[in-house]
């Protein structure tokens, strides 16, 4: 009998805890999808996350339309410079100057870390974050955490889908989307799990690989 109680708790609260992820992807999701950028005013920087597609292309657009000052590139390989980010993405090196890159971050909280050092060096208040949708509101939980009084402008990416199979597609950006929501609720609960275990507060809750012109994966 005290073992079918056991039991009978246990598959209620895994019941209860299937229930509140489930309520939380949701959350997740939709506030993700509901970022609205604010482009009537500009920022000081612009900064963008290599790793998806899509992102340099429209940090560089921000650019070019006067979104921002300066661009930064965070986690950048460290065998490309400025002028072969430009190249590979078609675009003249007419604002090569206006380009700094970042080499060191190797996943989001570096991400931001590095991001923080130069908007420090910068003398910058203000930066216009670009990441795809997916993984902004991880990223601006980090960003906000190693900048504080920073204002900080969300300008989420949103991939085409592959037409040729957009059934693949989709499955893709779910499993990528629930895997980024595990993500994001690690580095959600990180700061509480540091005060016991100090070493988890270097940790990032993804750990990336580099390619050739968009090295690290977030």
């Known amino acids: 009998m005290r073992r079918w109680r056991s039991l009978k708790f246990a598959a209620v609260g895994g019941c209860v805890f299937a ?27 612009i900064v963008v996350l290599t790793g998806g597609r899509l992102r340099v ?20 390989n460290p065998r490309v410079d400025r002028l072969e980010l430009l190249r590979v993405d078609g675009r003249p090196s007419d604002d090569v100057n206006r380009i700094a890159i970042g080499h060191e ?6 991400n931001a870390r590095e991001t923080a050092e130069w908007m ?9 974050l670009v990441t795809s949708w997916y993984h902004m509101r991880r990223s601006l939980l980090e960003f906000a955490r190693a900048m504080p009084d920073t204002r900080i402008v969300a300008e989420p990416v949103f991939a085409a889908h ?9 499955i893709d950006l779910a499993v990528l989307t629930v895997g980024e929501y595990d993500k994001f609720l ?10 016991v275990w100090p070493r ?12 050739v012109a968009a090295p690290r994966q977030q």
């Open 19 to 45: 229930l509140a992820w489930l309520i939380g992807l949701g959350w997740f999701v939709y506030a993700s999808l509901s970022i609205i950028p604010d482009h009537t005013t500009s920022t000081d920087a």
């Open 105 to 110: 971050a190797g996943n989001t909280l570096g």
């Open 162 to 170: 592959n037409e040729a199979d957009p059934w693949a597609s989709w």
């Open 186 to 195: 690690a580095t959600l609960v990180r700061p509480e799990i540091a005060a």
């Open 120 to 128: 420090q060096q910068e003398g910058y208040r203000s930066l216009r």
């Open 57 to 76: 292309e429209r940090a560089l657009d921000l650019l070019s339309a006067g979104q921002g000052r300066k661009l930064f590139v965070s986690g950048v």
């Open 200 to 211: 988890v507060a270097t940790l990032d809750p993804a750990t990336q690989s580099g390619t």
